[in-house]
Each structure stands twice: as C-alpha cells, then as structure tokens.
C-alpha cells in the first residue's frame, strides 16, 4: 500500500491549500481515508476521513467548516482536503491515513509521508 501526499507550502493566514493524498497498491472497496497533522511538541491528531463506501465524512471540531475532505472525481483513488481560512494554529506536518479492511486481515491502517502546511504571515 502506498499513500502519496503532496500540496503542503507556506501560505498567509486566511489563505487557502489543497492536499492531496494519492492511494494505490490495494483493490478492497472497504476502507476510509483520513488526514492528521501534527505541530511541534504535539501530539498527532485527527484533523479529517472519508468512507470509501458511502462517502460519510469526519471533521474535527476545529476545522468544521474551513477543511473538506473528498474524492477526486477524475481519479478515484486520490482523496483531497480543501482548506480554507487557515490559521496559524493549523501549522503542522499533514498525513495521509488509509485504514483497510479485507476478510483476510480485518482493519489494517497505513501512513504515507507528511507534508509540511506552515501559516505565517
């Protein structure tokens, strides 16, 4: 299983950034995608996920309403997290998570590489 995350950078706060998380190397049609982020001296946290199977969504209380989180409707196995307004509090490295469930192993989680989000003026 490999996750792909890319679209982190600097960015003003108020502004906007796309990340996108690229998932490949598994075929099962049951799993959920999230993001996490961690700040320095922090712990990691879940900031958002998806259902691939009904498209239920989860978003922490901090980020309703500025972050969502979807399937791109071009290439179906990568997931993006629209933000907005960001804040200087949302600074943190982001991760892509995909929990994977077959009738082989039941739920198996995986982390792709971070990408770094830091808002500053």
């Known amino acids: 299983v490999q996750l792909q995350a890319s679209g982190g950078g600097l960015v003003q706060p108020g502004g906007s950034l796309k990340l996108s998380c690229a998932a490949s190397?598994?075929?099962?049609?049951?799993?959920?995608i999230g993001w996490f982020r961690q700040a320095p001296g922090k712990a990691r946290e879940r900031v958002s996920c998806?259902?691939?199977?009904?498209?239920?969504?989860?978003y922490e209380e901090s980020v309703k309403g500025r972050f969502t989180i979807s399937r791109d409707s071009d290439k179906n196995t990568v997931y993006l997290l629209q933000m907005n307004s960001l804040e200087p509090e949302d600074t943190a490295v982001y991760y892509c998570?995909?929990?994977?469930?077959?009738?082989?192993?039941?739920?198996?989680?995986?982390w792709g590489q971070g990408t770094q989000v830091t808002v500053s003026s």
């Open positions: 998806i259902s691939s199977d009904d498209g239920t969504t989860y």
């Open positions: 190397g598994f075929t099962s049609d049951y799993y959920n």
């Open positions: 998570h995909a929990n994977i469930w077959t009738p082989a192993t039941g739920s198996v989680g995986y």
